[in-house]
């Protein structure tokens, strides 16, 4: 790390930004006392976009959605299927 007071980083600004580049933290002070560091800006991640990957899977076999044996004991519960018909006092 490397603190220079605010003279020096005006007079050699262009130094610092290279040191700054080849990874050497650069810390501007004022009487001493640190107020701002000289960071490299990294370059910026592609933006995502969603759907990129639609034409990869083709078809699904027809056992996709069916439980997996080695997840039984993860699988919640399964409950009694209600009957449908409408209540002869709702009706």
């Known amino acids: 790390m ?5 003279h020096e980083a005006k007079t050699h600004l ?3 930004i290279r ?6 933290e650069i810390i501007i002070a004022n ?5 701002v ?6 370059e910026r991640q592609p933006a995502r ?8 899977v083709l ?3 027809p056992s996709f959605d069916e439980p997996l044996e080695d997840f039984a004991d993860h699988a919640p519960p399964t409950f009694a299927r209600v009957d449908e018909t409408p209540h ?3 009706a």
Request: proline share 5%.
């Open 2 to 6: 490397k603190t220079v007071s605010i």
């Open 14 to 16: 262009s130094r610092l």
């Open 19 to 24: 040191q700054a580049l080849a990874g050497e």
């Open 31 to 35: 009487r001493s006392e640190p107020m």
């Open 37 to 42: 560091r000289l960071e490299v800006i990294r």
């Open 49 to 56: 976009r969603f759907g990129g990957l639609k034409s990869l």
């Open 59 to 61: 078809a699904m076999g």
């Open 88 to 90: 002869p006092r709702r």
